[in-house]
């Protein structure tokens, strides 16, 4: 028999390509060495030669690693799941002896945070697991790596698999491509339902939880990085999320205060609207969820503070961060605001997208430069602010959270976003009265108020008459304090707050806001 025939004869129902379902076996030698003259004694050569030759020692290697296994110590149960998954996906295109079985999947065994997650939105399967998927990479990052390679070994890159490297990180990072593969395999229907996973009217795209990062113009959707949001993320690695850190994609603060309401110094006409933004906080999520108000009420809340600096705009929303135990995010417009047509837009949208279904507070302090009013179309300049405030106007109703606007001029903000605030609050100068309370509760309690014959005086019901806000009284106060700490450190004297010292923090106030000081 010549060599062709046997060639033939070996190869009869063998598929070609290395990702071929057939393994295909190994002869182990030289077939322009075999000679024989029919298929039997071909055959009994082959035999013969694979007996001479020693063992593969990557079969041995593939051996040991049967009772390991890929993931690390102690690891949690759904990243055991998730190895068996690949292991048996690839066994179907890497045929091995291995009795690579599909994992049960039970979402009971998963760890708490993420178990607790799946069962409170009713995940299918498919959506758990879509979840892990993006989970793991960020808490065993070489486990695909290992699992993939130990598999297919020397036999070329598998794009069924998908997968990308990043920029910093080394490891194998999941796509789209890897969610369809490993979920639907080679069914093409199952790999259209893992699809639309990713659809925009999912819960995951619809509460930013997960999502394919964009791709290049004409590049396959499904080729985008499968992205889990850093709160989901950190909730279901350490119980809860991390407050995010301040950056470029996420321009907003933490606020808060030890104050109470006893500090805020209001009239009562303004302390019962207070009590009404309270209460939206507070009830707001039973009306819609035990009520079932839903689909009848605009979400969200809006409101409008305005009026003097210092009159306690940016303090009140602390409080109610406070009062109901939801954080205040103080938004930086100087980090928002860009010059390039669409930039403010994108900063805007990735901020209110991470804030989205968080109960966040947010506060956007100086509003008339973000909110202010729409002007007749001039040139591209004029057109492209309009969008912006169109934008917004839409933005902050779609959002389902509080949004505070402050500002210390009202007429500056756009009509159209008066006409939608659920509240409009009027911050006005206090009274001679009320900032005699706030004298008296900036000090500390153990000073004493004299004059410069060292006599006792009565500092707050004295500089009551002078027309300045809480926010400049804790200004002039904070200056008189250091005073007096200075002469009780170098004179070892009582803790004396004197009225001129007062008086001169006072004038450089008024000069600040270019008003008489008498």
């Known amino acids: 028999m010549n060599l062709q025939k046997l060639k033939s004869i070996l190869g009869r129902n063998q598929n070609e390509g290395p990702f071929s379902r057939t393994e295909q076996p190994s002869l182990g030698g030289d077939l322009t060495a075999t000679t024989a003259s029919d298929p039997a004694e071909a055959a009994t050569l082959i035999d013969d030669e694979r007996a001479a030759k020693p063992d593969d020692p990557t079969k041995n290697i593939n051996s040991s690693h049967m009772s390991q296994s890929f993931t690390d110590r102690n690891a949690p149960e759904e990243l055991r799941y998730l190895e068996q998954l690949i292991l048996y996906r690839l066994n179907t295109w890497f045929p091995s002896d291995e009795d690579h079985q599909e994992p049960v999947l039970d979402t009971g065994k998963w760890s708490a945070a993420l178990a607790n997650f799946i069962q409170e939105h009713q995940l299918s399967s498919d959506e758990a697991v879509l979840l892990l998927i993006g989970l793991v990479p960020h808490v065993q990052s070489d486990l695909f790596d290992r699992v993939i390679s130990y598999k297919i070994q020397d036999s070329g890159d598998f794009q069924r698999i998908g997968g990308v490297r990043g920029k910093d990180f080394r490891g194998f990072i999941p796509t789209g491509e890897t969610a369809v593969f490993l979920l639907g395999d080679d069914d093409f229907e199952r790999r259209l339902e893992i699809q639309r996973l990713f659809w925009p009217d999912h819960l995951f795209e619809k509460n930013k939880i997960l999502w394919l990062t964009d791709q290049p113009s004409g590049e396959p959707v499904m080729s985008g990085k499968i992205t889990l949001s850093s709160e989901y993320l950190d909730t279901f690695i350490y119980g809860k999320p991390i407050p995010p850190r301040f950056s470029m994609n996420f321009p907003a603060k933490l606020i808060h205060t030890d104050l109470g309401w006893g500090d805020l110094v209001i009239n009562d006409e303004l302390k019962e609207q207070i ?26 809340y809006r409101a409008l503070l305005y009026g003097p600096s210092g009159t306690g705009k940016t303090f009140t929303a602390g409080l109610l961060g406070k009062e109901v135990g939801k954080d205040v995010y103080k938004i930086d417009l100087s980090m928002v605001v860009s010059k390039y047509i669409g930039e403010t837009e994108k900063n805007l949208e990735l901020l209110f997208a991470r804030a989205e279904d968080k109960g966040w507070i947010l506060f956007f302090d100086e509003a008339d430069a973000l909110f202010g009013k729409r002007t007749n179309v001039r040139d591209a300049h004029d057109k492209y602010a309009n969008q912006e405030v169109s934008y917004l106007l839409q933005r902050i109703e779609d959002y389902n959270g509080m949004v505070i606007l402050a500002t210390n001029m009202k007429n500056n903000i756009d009509d159209a976003f008066i006409r939608r605030f659920n509240a409009v609050l009027k911050f006005s100068l206090p009274e ?12 500390p309690g153990d000073v004493r108020f004299c004059d410069e014959k060292e006599e006792t005086v009565d500092i707050p019901e004295l500089v009551k008459s002078y027309p300045i806000s809480g926010g400049y009284i804790v200004n002039v106060v904070h200056y008189a304090s250091i005073k007096a700490l200075e002469r009780y450190n170098e004179q070892k004297a009582v803790k004396n707050i004197y009225l001129a010292d007062v008086l001169y923090g006072i004038k450089k106030e008024l000069l600040k806001e270019g008003k008489p000081f008498n």
Do not use: C, P, T
């Open 275 to 300: 009590h009404e933004l309270k209460s939206w906080l507070k009830y707001n999520d039973q009306l819609v969820g035990e009520w079932g108000m839903g689909s009848r009420l605009r979400r969200g």
């Open 432 to 443: 001679a009265d009320e900032r005699a309370k706030i004298w008296r509760l900036a000090f």
